[in-house]
């Protein structure tokens, strides 16, 4: 397809050439016209044989007539943070719009045409501050009979989700990750209390570890959060995931553990995608309970228990009339 909406593909990479080689033939499936590859610089010698494995895998997206690609290989290690922030800017200064994709997000071949659809209709709606792929995993949305009474294919959070992340260059303009921010915010009790019931507990986890243990966490994601939370702001999700996260194998820099907690299966995108008014667009209330559990627990049993219990109480108030 060709963009019908001013799009860049800001596609981030280190050294895991298997999962690059996935990545990067879902995004040849989903036709992109401008793809901006961003390769952190050498962080260890003992990474060295992959990294370069990395650099021969991505110029398999110049195969593509009709796409521009640029690929860029830092000489430093600026660490995932500092790179996807910087790589986003870039990216921006050139297009309306950005979708930011990690080596380990594969896309499924409908989330082109979903993201050109969200770009376009909500562009002028500063509530929605940005696009995704899929929200926390698939447990978020397995309640069949729910899904069965809701009326619209897409559904609101007020946090981030890094499942193919998207925005708009005007929204992009009030991101700031000044750790000030998050001083802030942990100084105040309302807002923690804020943050933790719209973005789940696990945010005020981040939160406490960026003020007090700023040397063990490297994250974009959370002041992305913050900002959503704390302007009103809300991410616009798939209810049926359109990506797949394969990288919680152990593999990653930065996700290391083994889970299945975000476990995420590729759907189609219906040919009508029913969205809601703008004057309807909301956050649902037991989506997002979900959402945050998911989050929140990742022990299997408990988290499935959790999941019950805000079933039956959904049920209770009688789904929806």
């Known amino acids: ?16 050439p298997e999962h690059t080689r996935r990545v990067v033939q879902s995004i040849l499936e989903n036709r992109f016209d401008n793809i901006y590859v961003f390769q952190d610089g050498l962080r260890s010698e003992h990474d060295e044989a992959e990294w370069k494995e990395v650099q021969q895998v991505i110029h398999l997206l110049q195969d593509r ?70 929200g926390a995993s698939d447990a978020v949305d397995s309640d069949v009979y729910y899904n069965r009474c809701y009326p619209y294919d897409v559904y609101f959070t007020y946090r981030l989700s890094s499942m193919a992340f998207g925005t708009w260059r005007d929204r992009w303009k009030d991101y700031d990750r000044d750790p000030k921010v998050a001083q802030r915010i942990w100084e105040d009790e309302t807002q923690k209390t804020r943050l933790g019931r719209l973005a789940g507990r696990d945010n005020l986890n981040y939160l406490e570890m960026i003020v007090n243990h700023p040397e063990n966490i490297n994250t974009w994601a959370f002041y ?15 209810l049926h995931a359109l990506a797949e996260d394969i990288g919680r194998d152990g593999t990653g820099t930065n996700t290391i553990s083994v889970t299945d907690q975000f476990v995420h299966t590729i759907h189609d995108l219906p040919v009508e995608v029913r969205f809601p008014e703008n004057q309807d667009i909301t956050v649902d209330s037991y989506f997002l309970a979900r959402q945050n559990i998911v989050c929140e627990n990742g022990n299997y049993i408990l988290r499935n228990i959790k999941l019950l219990r805000a079933k039956y109480k959904q049920i209770l108030a009688g789904y929806r009339s």
């Not at 397809?1 to 895991?16: E, T």
């Not at 900002?227 to 009103?232: D, I, R, T």
């Open 1 to 16: 397809m060709q963009d019908k909406y001013d799009i860049g593909l800001a596609f981030f990479v280190y050294k895991r």
């Open 65 to 134: 007539d009709g796409s521009s690609v640029e690929i860029h290989i830092s000489d430093v290690n600026k660490g995932l943070a500092n790179s996807i922030t910087q790589g986003i800017s870039y990216v921006l200064e050139k297009h309306r719009a950005v979708i930011a994709l990690e080596d380990d997000i594969l896309l499924g071949k409908d989330y082109h045409r979903f993201a050109s659809l969200c770009f376009e209709r909500y562009e002028n709606v500063p509530q929605v501050k940005s696009i995704c792929a899929a």
């Open 224 to 238: 992305w959060t913050a900002l959503q939370v704390f302007s009103g702001g809300v991410t616009v999700t798939p």
